[in-house]
């Protein structure tokens, strides 16, 4: 879908993100390379440079950062055994 720069934020995983951060990424996932943000112009984003970006927690990045964190390391030992054997 994104291949086909179809893509959307559903809810509830979005809502928390700022439109700001939103329209960002709708600016890089781009198809035509000439359309897509260059370097100079992602780092004058406003989301980049913090204007217009909510200064708060996301209620939920923290717990999932950990849970990812703790499938990565057990997929990294379930390797090792794997190949030990």
Known sequence: ???????????PYWDDVS???????R???VRDPQ???NAEQLLAHPWVIGEGTP???LPNVTQQIKEYNTRR???VILFFFINLH
């Open 1 to 11: 879908m994104i291949k086909n720069c179809q893509f959307d934020f559903p809810s």
């Open 55 to 57: 200064r708060k927690q």
């Open 27 to 29: 600016s890089l996932l």
């Open 19 to 25: 439109d700001v951060a939103k329209d960002l990424i």
């Open 35 to 37: 359309q897509r943000l």
């Open 73 to 75: 390391k057990f997929k």
